[in-house]
């Protein structure tokens, strides 16, 4: 899992990369800079859960808040939910295609 998370953080501007479960625990996490990431498992979980219950939508859907400061990726899936954040420079692009296909490389770990 750790060489799939090198690969989504080593694009310029991307800060760190998270693997959450539903429930906000952490399940692995690699950042280039000193995040909290309890704070992050916790916002990301409760925010895409209560996404999934007032939207009715089901596990697999990905939302992006972009910032002045900066932004978050985050893709929800039935076992995890795979987090993205960024400095407000990034290729949102190339961050994007890299968190789909860590997303699915995730999956067949797990």
């Known amino acids: 899992m750790k060489e799939v998370m090198k690969d989504l953080i080593s694009p310029t501007g991307v800060l760190g990369c998270f693997v ?5 625990e952490i399940v692995d996490y690699l950042c280039k ?20 219950n007032q939207m009715q939508i089901p596990a697999n859907f990905s939302i992006s808040s ?3 400061n900066g932004n978050i990726f985050m893709m929800s899936r039935e076992e ?3 987090t993205v954040i960024t400095a407000p420079e990034v290729d949102t692009g190339k961050v994007r295609l890299k968190l ?3 997303a699915r490389l995730i999956a067949e770990l797990l």
Not at 20 to 24: H, P, R, T, V
Not at 35 to 44: G, H, K
């Open 80 to 82: 995890f939910i795979l």
């Open 100 to 102: 789909r296909r860590g």
């Open 33 to 52: 800079k000193s995040i909290d990431e309890t704070l992050v498992s916790a916002l990301v979980a409760e925010v895409t859960n209560e996404i999934a």
């Open 66 to 68: 972009m910032a002045e």
């Open 20 to 24: 959450i479960d539903k429930e906000g």
